[in-house]
């Protein structure tokens, strides 16, 4: 099984621009997260997922948004990226009940 | 709305020293869980704790939840350089359970050979 894997590894965007990055997982997670991660900071909930269809808004979601039309993919939109979306964002996946989160190895994204 | 808070925010301690991070929330939690992040990588889960007063070891390491459930904490003993990163705790944004977890702050942990 290869877990949560997320692409791109890094990516520098200019401002204004779109971008996905992408999330897989294989572990039949039914529940899957988005959380970006400041410098030195915690993790914050941007959109979820729990179940193929059904999303919802995290603790940051502006200027995102997701689809799930697989239960294997999570993918998390930028349309117009700003200075502020520089982080480092993580996928991760749960399977119900479990409490316990798998997270990707992350994106490192930043916007100039 | 909800806050889980961590102290401290850093610590530095030598080689052998003991270590302990505490985590506070502002509600009741169901279950509360740990993680490890190393520098540069993701974060890694390490337990779970879901009854009062609950307390688990895993090797050097001792996680325990308040009586309340409000609280809990990791407590390291005689730490290692392989113990360096930041340790979050995280739980359920409400008491009947959700599927939004809250992260804690984290405490970044430092240790010098």
């Known amino acids: 099984n290869a877990g949560v894997t997320q692409t791109p590894k890094f990516r520098i965007l200019k401002i204004g621009q779109s971008m996905t990055l992408q999330c897989t997982q294989d572990m039949n997670h039914n529940y899957m997260y988005w959380y970006r991660q400041d410098p030195g900071m915690g993790l914050k909930l941007i959109y979820y997922s729990v179940g193929a269809g059904i999303t919802d808004k995290g603790e940051v979601p502006n200027g995102y948004n997701v689809s799930r039309s697989t239960t294997e993919d999570f993918p998390l939109r930028l349309e117009l990226a700003a200075p502020s979306q520089t982080s480092v964002y993580f996928c991760?996946?749960?399977?119900?009940?479990?409490?316990?989160?798998?997270f990707g190895a992350g994106s490192r994204l930043t916007v100039l | 709305g909800q806050q889980v808070m961590q102290i401290p925010q850093y610590q530095h301690v030598q080689e052998g020293e003991d270590f302990t991070t505490y985590c506070n929330s502002s509600t009741t939690l169901s279950n509360i869980q740990w993680y490890k992040q190393r520098p540069g990588g993701h974060p890694v889960f390490l337990i779970q704790?879901?009854?009062?007063?609950e307390v688990k070891k895993q090797k050097r390491l001792t996680f325990q939840f308040g009586e309340a459930k409000k609280n809990s904490s990791l407590h390291i003993t005689a730490t290692q350089t392989t113990d360096v990163g930041t340790y979050f705790c995280a739980g359920p944004g409400t008491t009947s359970g959700t599927y939004k977890y809250i992260f804690g702050t984290g405490t970044r942990l430092k240790v010098l050979a």
């Open positions: 991760a996946g749960e399977n119900s009940g479990a409490n316990v989160l798998t």
């Open positions: 704790l879901v009854k009062s007063g």
